[in-house]
T-cell receptor
């Protein structure tokens, strides 16, 4: 089955700096990769997703890159703000209607 | 986008009682609902997948008789924790397509 690994487990950055979170997956059949932000006690919120037919997707300060050959994808947050502090999860799936295989999460701390 | 409404957001129950959690699809009729459990500072653990009109598919290690899942209508899936014990205390959350419900914090005392 699919195995998703996520690094780092914790990440501290200064406000205004960039943050990068990386995930790898094992199943070449996976073609849908969502990213979630989860604040304490709340539901995971979809912040961006990418499908395997594109290599990069951007939404304001957030971008995701995908390397299908190497089976890894990354979340990039630029100009970080304290409100970006949360736990971020990556996931891999064959579609958003199917099982998601989640990474272990990255706790991002943005220091003001 | 799709919206999933989950209730209750939190519940406290006594050991031995049962608790029902509901997830309702509000504007997107998906036939599949995924149920997760999340322990503090951990990732989401898939418990089972429910499909409208059929039996749920449980992940390995999840007790079917303890975590009863019903998906009787296209828009409503329910998870019942039966004979709850303190170790069942956790955050339970459903997902439809790429969207999660609000989650339910269950505390068993």
């Amino acid at each position: 089955g699919e195995n998703v690994e996520q690094h780092p487990s914790t990440l501290s950055v200064q406000e205004g700096d960039s943050a990068v979170i990386k995930c790898t997956y094992s199943d070449s059949a996976s073609n849908y990769f969502p990213w979630y932000k989860q604040e304490l006690g709340k539901r995971p919120q979809l912040i961006i997703d990418i499908r395997s037919n594109v290599g990069e997707k951007k939404d304001q300060r957030i971008a995701v890159t995908l390397n299908k050959t190497a089976k890894h994808f990354s979340l990039h947050i630029t100009e970080t703000q304290p409100e970006d502090s949360a736990v971020y999860f990556c996931a891999a799936s064959t579609s958003n209607f199917n099982k998601f295989y989640f990474g272990s999460g990255t706790k991002l701390n943005v220091k003001p | 986008g799709a919206v999933v409404s989950q209730h209750p957001s939190w519940v406290i129950c006594k050991s031995g009682t049962s608790v029902k959690i509901e997830c309702r699809s509000l504007d997107f009729q998906a036939t599949t609902m995924f149920w997760y459990r999340q322990f503090p500072k951990q990732s989401l653990m898939l418990m089972a997948t429910s499909n409208e009109g059929s039996k749920a598919t449980y992940e390995q290690g999840v007790e079917k008789d303890k975590f009863l899942i019903n998906h009787a209508s296209l828009t409503l899936s329910t998870l019942t924790v039966t004979s709850a014990h303190p170790e069942d205390s956790s955050f339970y959350i459903c997902r439809e397509t790429a969207f999660f419900g609000q989650g339910t914090r269950l505390t068993v005392v």
